[in-house]
């Protein structure tokens, strides 16, 4: 049983930074791309960055691209989220989830090709 666990969030300024988590214990982890989701209050999930499981693959949403930074650790089983200039439209519940699904360098932001998900962690961004 895969289990995701995200770390990380909580309340910055807007231009400022967060370093998001996730843990996932699974001694397979290498064999696993990981993808970011984030949900704000009304609003649809949207697919933020994956990295595949070689971590030679990432992909990232146009509305972060430049600001955010995906990449994994597999000795750690850990792959984080590094978020640089965030703004007020940041701010949601950030989700990791773990497929198998693809070749080892690709991934996708595609919600339906993930099988396992963690709880999330908030992000809130605001002066």
């Known amino acids: 049983q895969v289990q995701l666990v995200e770390s990380g969030g909580g309340l910055v300024q807007p231009g400022g930074s967060l370093r998001l988590s996730c843990d996932a214990s699974e001694f397979a982890f290498s064999l696993f791309a990981i993808a970011w989701y984030r949900q704000a209050p009304g609003k649809e999930r949207e697919g933020v960055s994956c990295i595949s499981s070689s971590g030679y693959g990432t992909d990232y949403t146009d509305s972060v691209k430049g600001r955010f930074t995906i990449s994994r650790d597999n000795a750690k089983s850990m792959v984080y989220l590094q978020m640089n200039n965030l703004q007020p439209e940041d701010t949601a519940n950030y989700y990791c989830?773990?497929?198998?699904?693809?070749?080892?360098?690709?991934?996708?932001?595609?919600?339906?090709?993930?099988?396992?998900w963690g709880q999330g962690t908030h992000v809130t961004v605001s002066s």
């Open positions: 989830a773990a497929t198998t699904e693809f070749p080892q360098d690709l991934c996708s932001l595609t919600a339906s090709w993930y099988n396992y």
